[in-house]
């Protein structure tokens, strides 16, 4: 099994850039998450899809912040503008379906906005 | 989702069983307790889960007390690779609440 695929793995930008982050689930795997986790504010749920439909983006910060699944193999997390702020871990999770316990987590993108 | 506590951080002996606590009062019935880990510059991985009787896998053990208000994450032959932030986290099993709250968790050190 490759496990969840996150690319890529390092991100440097500057400030007012737009940042695409991608994320492959494992296959066969219905529900995909995307995290963020910084020293601050820890590891927070920003959005998940259920069979390529987002169930909730409460976790979403703000309107800068978008996220899309096409289909089943692929989803992207995306920043328009970036901002300093933005400077996290950015992690990709994926499990069999809701009904399932166990979520699996990707390597991360560890992004930095200057 | 209840609140859990968990001690900041911890040591243990190479070889030996480490133990890690985590308290949380105001479980409710239908929530579960999990156990995450996460290793540094890695993604969380799931260990263990539970409801009220006592789990055990290839990872781990997991005691729940009787009235559920803490459990014992016990790793039986603790090696180096253990080393790792331990999340417990309680979710209800509801269709919809996919969230899982992460804490701060314990730093688990292992010491040769």
């Known amino acids: 099994d490759a496990g969840v695929i996150q690319s890529p793995r390092h991100e440097v930008t500057e400030m007012g850039q737009e940042v695409t982050l991608r994320c492959k689930p494992i296959?066969?795997?219905?529900?995909l998450f995307w995290y963020r986790q910084t020293m601050m504010r820890g590891l927070e749920l920003l959005i998940y899809?259920?069979?390529?439909?987002?169930?909730?983006d409460s976790g979403m910060p703000e309107d800068r912040f978008s996220a899309k699944m096409p289909n089943a193999s692929f989803s992207t997390l995306k920043i328009q503008p970036s901002e300093p702020r933005d400077s996290a871990v950015y992690f990709c999770?994926?499990?069999?379906?809701?009904?399932?316990?166990?979520?699996?987590f990707g390597p991360g993108t560890r992004l930095t906005v200057l | 989702d209840a609140k859990t506590t968990q001690p900041t951080s911890m040591d243990c002996a190479e070889g030996r069983a480490a133990n890690l606590p985590c308290n949380h009062s105001?479980?409710?019935?239908?929530?579960?307790v999990y156990w995450y880990r996460q290793i540094h510059s890695q993604g969380p991985q799931y260990i263990i889960h539970g409801l009220k009787n006592n789990e055990t896998n290839e990872m781990a053990s997991l005691i729940i007390t009787e009235d559920r208000k803490s459990s014992t994450l016990i790793l039986p032959h603790a090696t180096l690779r253990d080393t790792a932030v331990y999340y417990c986290i309680v979710r209800a099993a509801n269709f919809g609440n996919e969230k899982l709250t992460f804490g701060t968790g314990t730093r688990l050190t292992i010491i040769p």
């Open positions: 296959s066969g795997h219905n529900s």
């Open positions: 105001t479980i409710s019935g239908n929530e579960y």
């Open positions: 999770a994926s499990k069999p379906g809701l009904a399932a316990d166990t979520q699996y």
């Open positions: 899809f259920n069979n390529n439909v987002p169930i909730d």
